[in-house]
T-cell receptor, first 114, second 118 residues
Framework: AQSVTQLDSQVPVFEEAPVELRCNYSSSVSVYLFWYVQYPNQGLQLLLKYLSGSTLVKGINGFEAEFNKSQTSFHLRKPSVHISDTAEYFCAVTRMDSSYKLIFGSGTRLLVRP | KAGVTQTPRYLIKTRGQQVTLSCSPISGHRSVSWYQQTPGQGLQFLFEYFSETQRNKGNFPGRFSGRQFSNSRSEMNVSTLELGDSALYLC?????????????????FGPGTRLTVT
């Protein structure tokens, strides 16, 4: 079985500061990894994904994440956040076996203050 | 391309009733998955359909069911509603692995249907 842990339920940060949202996963099989963002009263928007290749992946809105297989982590980073980045961020994994079942972490609320 | 659409966006039902939610995937996408989001349990996988067949199922009671039509549109049904079924129900679509390879694992979500059971 797979599981995803997002240790930080809320991360407050000042505008223009850097931020890192942590994600660790557990799986006995190889997985693909994703970060999604959810704004209030909306669905989930795909921020970025790791499917193969370079372990440093870049996504939309200036976000990037690094896949670390030895530490089973996929932390999300942004060098300078904006007020508009305030949202809930979800890390997710899915098995590489055509299951298409996403296992989500509990989410991290990013609160950007002016 | 238009995104994933879900109808209705909001729904209020009474305990014991049944409800049907609808999802139209992105054009060309053949896989549709459903998720339930609640404050207590977070995001949980309900089921996935591909070519009108249920391919995967999560750990939900039989009151939760779904189906997919030949045009890939999907519906999910919840019978005998309970208060605990109040949630945001999200639909996601993805393309066919046979044509898209690894990209098929990218799932694109709709805005969700907010179900309130009173």
């Amino acid at each position: 079985a797979q599981s995803v842990t997002q240790l930080d339920s809320q991360v407050p940060v000042f505008e223009e500061a850097p931020v890192e949202l942590r994600c660790n996963y557990s799986s006995s099989v190889s997985v693909y990894l994703f970060w999604y963002v959810q704004y209030p009263n909306q669905g989930l928007q795909l921020l970025l994904k790791y499917l193969s290749g370079s372990t440093l992946v870049k996504g939309i809105n200036g976000f990037e994440a690094e896949f670390n297989k030895s530490q089973t982590s996929f932390h999300l980073r942004k060098p300078s956040v904006h007020i508009s980045d305030t949202a809930e961020y979800f890390c997710a994994v899915t098995r590489m076996d055509s299951s298409y079942k996403l296992i989500f972490g509990s989410g991290t609320r990013l609160l950007v203050r002016p | 391309k238009a995104g994933v659409t879900q109808t209705p966006r909001y729904l209020i039902k009474t305990r014991g009733q049944q409800v049907t939610l609808s999802c139209s995937p992105i054009s060309g996408h053949r896989s549709v998955s459903w998720y339930q989001q609640t404050p207590g349990q977070g995001l949980q996988f309900l089921f996935e359909y591909f070519s009108e067949t249920q391919r995967n199922k999560g750990n939900f009671p039989g009151r939760f069911s779904g189906r997919q039509f030949s045009n890939s549109r999907s519906e999910m049904n919840v019978s005998t509603l309970e208060l605990g079924d109040s949630a945001l129900y999200l639909c996601a679509s993805s393309s066919d692995a046979g044509t898209s390879g690894r990209s098929a694992y990218e799932q694109y979500f709709g805005p969700g249907t907010r179900l309130t059971v009173t």
